[in-house]
T-cell receptor
Framework: AQSVTQLDSQVPVFEEAPVELRCNYS??????LFWYVQYPNQGLQLLLK??????LVESINGFEAEFNKSQTSFHLRKPSVHISDTAEYFC?????????FGAGTRLFVKA | NAGVMQNPRHLVRRRGQEARLRCSPM?????VYWYRQLPEEGLKFMVY????????ESGMPKERFSAEFPKEGPSILRIQQVVRGDSAAYFC??????????????FGQGTRLTVV
């Protein structure tokens, strides 16, 4: 069975600073990776995904993630965060019809 | 097109009572998945249903938990004789066909169950 490890449970950062949320996965076969965001009191929204092709994937709100097969990582980055980015971020991997989630990283953006 | 609708959003039950969580999938979606999020943990798969069929329930606790997705109406996750350890957020997701990496799964806002 696959697993996903998010190394940081909480990441506090000042507004306009860069941020990286770390994610490692365990898989020896083809892997499909996702980042979901959960804003306070809301459901999960798909932020971005890697299926194949370019190892760098981007979202519409400035986040990007890079698939690194040798390091089995899929870290999420943003060069300049906003207060509105405060949320919980989940890294996930597809396993058939199941989605395997990491424990989540809470991003706090401070003014 | 409304998203995945779950109700209630918050549910408080006393130990020993029953909890019923409802999920209406997105229009046109006939595949429903339930996930549970325990405090400080990620979401864990519970069960996968299609209309009138349970496809995979490998993540469901063996006792007290059941799920259904009838021909008409929402999917129901039922927890009998709730205990404090059942306190969690329960998320429903749906997809137009069997979920896969290239078939996006849409999540509801969740039902937060508190057992007192």
């Amino acid at each position: 069975a696959q697993s996903v490890t998010q190394l940081d449970s909480q990441v506090p950062v000042f507004e306009e600073a860069p941020v990286e949320l770390r994610c490692n996965y365990s898989s020896s076969v083809s892997v499909y990776l996702f980042w979901y965001v959960q804003y306070p009191n809301q459901g999960l929204q798909l932020l971005l995904k890697y299926l194949s092709g370019s190892t760098l994937v981007e979202s519409i709100n400035g986040f990007e993630a890079e698939f690194n097969k040798s390091q089995t990582s899929f870290h999420l980055r943003k060069p300049s965060v906003h207060i509105s980015d405060t949320a919980e971020y989940f890294c996930a991997v597809s396993e058939g019809f199941k989605t395997i989630f990491g424990a989540g990283t809470r991003l706090f953006v401070k003014a | 097109n409304a998203g995945v609708m779950q109700n209630p959003r918050h549910l408080v039950r006393r130990r020993g009572q029953e909890a019923r969580l409802r999920c209406s999938p997105m229009k046109g979606h006939s595949h429903v998945y339930w996930y549970r999020q325990l405090p400080e943990e990620g979401l864990k798969f519970m069960v996968y249903l299609q209309k009138e069929n349970i496809i995979d329930e490998s993540g469901m606790p063996k006792e007290r938990f059941s799920a259904e997705f009838p021909k008409e109406g929402p999917s129901i996750l039922r927890i009998q004789q709730v205990v404090r350890g059942d306190s969690a957020a329960y998320f429903c997701a749906s997809s137009p066909r069997e979920a896969a990496a290239k078939v996006e799964t849409f999540f509801g806002q969740g039902t937060r169950l508190t057992v007192v």
